[in-house]
């Protein structure tokens, strides 16, 4: 009886701890991660269709099925969590925690695929980003907000 109210307390504790954001769960580091992987790229330019073949074979977007669409940002991830620093506004979801900036982008969009030979158009430029930013401190978890 004893060892059962010393969980529930602590579970009630832990459960505090995370409402008052002292606490971070980790879903929200790899989502980071996972962001990360998948939309950074700060070494080099891009911008053309044999980029986006090769990135997206690299980062692994091409197994089990070609991805339809992604889009590489080229700037280096402190600029982009700086982004997660400017005011944030109601995304589409319906959620608080978007923000917006402007970096060099690639986007990179499906022509072909057979078998995993996946063959993407690659266009670059600079544009107004959509991110959506978690945890304490904020970091960017999702592009397109």
Do not use: W
Not at 31 to 41: A, L
Not at 120 to 126: A, H
Request: charged residues 15%.
């Amino acid at each position: 009886m004893a060892l059962q109210k010393t969980l529930s307390l602590l579970l009630l504790f832990l459960l505090t701890l995370l409402g008052l954001g002292l606490v971070q769960p980790s879903y929200g580091q790899s989502m980071y991660q996972r962001f990360k992987q998948q939309h950074v790229d700060s070494t080099q330019r891009g911008g053309t269709s044999s980029y986006c073949n090769s990135m997206m074979q690299k980062r692994k977007m091409t197994r089990p099925t070609c991805k339809q669409f992604n889009t590489f940002i080229h700037a280096d991830i402190g600029a982009i969590n700086n982004i997660c620093k400017t005011t944030k506004f109601r995304c589409k979801n319906g959620k608080m925690n978007c923000h917006a900036g402007v970096v060099r982008i690639t986007e990179c969009r499906l022509t072909a695929s057979s078998r995993q030979n996946c063959r993407y158009q690659g266009k670059g430029s600079s544009k107004r980003v959509v991110i959506a930013c978690q945890g304490n401190p904020l970091v960017p978890v999702h592009l397109g907000g």
